[in-house]
């Protein structure tokens, strides 16, 4: 699996759109590059994922270089309780679909 | 979509007792299921997982087992608890090749 390396932590204003961005420079070609949130105190919840050029939910955008070896979350007008860990991973469809989680990136939103 | 039960939610064990948490999974069939350990402040670190009843990988040698009785049921276990078992143990369901995993509310186990 490839790895991936993202900033340890993150502060932002209430209101302010705020970009995570994960390097991932040894990505394979079938892997998928996938982003999940932690509050304290619960498991990680999925958030997006994407293989190339640019994914939106309702909740994030994810923006992926035609390269692909590294990828940016963008959260629009983040709230106190964006307040999380974010995960950034890169899997691929094996058997099981393993994921690997490395220690996130810890955002803090303040007032 | 899927709910993950686990319990306990809090467990506080001596050195050297044993161990059984118990996970259950709502609203899906045949899932894959996950058993995560997160140390304070840490990433999650993937201890076993299973793709069916009685199939069980072990990504970490260590002194915890897992067992899958049913299509639903994950258990881990432990014959004699070590501190460094301390941790937040996180079940977690996803479906075949999907990459969205859903995770369980975690037990917070600290052994002494």
């Known amino acids: 699996l490839a790895k991936t390396t993202q900033p340890i932590s993150m502060d932002s204003y209430e209101g302010q759109e705020v970009n995570i961005t994960c390097s991932h420079n040894?990505?394979?070609?079938?892997?998928?590059i996938t982003w999940y949130q932690q509050f304290p105190s619960q498991g990680p919840r999925f958030i997006i994922q994407?293989?190339?050029t640019k994914v939106t939910n309702e909740v994030a955008s994810l923006f992926i270089p035609a390269d692909r070896k590294s990828s940016t979350l963008s959260l629009p007008r983040v709230s106190l309780s964006d307040t999380a860990v974010y995960y950034c991973l890169v899997a691929n469809t094996g058997t099981a679909s393993k994921l690997t989680f490395g220690t996130g990136t810890r955002l803090q939103v303040t007032l | 979509s899927q709910t993950i039960h686990q319990w306990p939610a809090t467990l506080v064990q001596p050195v050297g007792s044993p161990l059984s948490l118990e996970c259950t999974v709502e609203g899906t069939s045949n899932p894959n299921l996950y058993w995560y350990r997160q140390a304070a402040g840490r990433g999650l670190q993937l201890l076993f997982y299973?793709?069916?009843?009685?199939?069980i990988s072990s990504e970490v040698p260590q002194n915890l087992s897992a067992s899958r009785p049913q299509d639903r049921q994950f258990i881990l276990s432990s014959k004699k608890l070590l501190l460094s078992d301390s941790g937040f143990y996180l079940c977690a369901s996803g479906l075949g090749e999907s990459y969205e995993q859903y995770f369980g509310p975690g037990t917070r186990l600290t052994v002494t």
């Open positions: 994407g293989y190339k």
């Open positions: 299973s793709v069916g009843i009685g199939q």
């Open positions: 040894n990505i394979a070609t079938n892997d998928y």
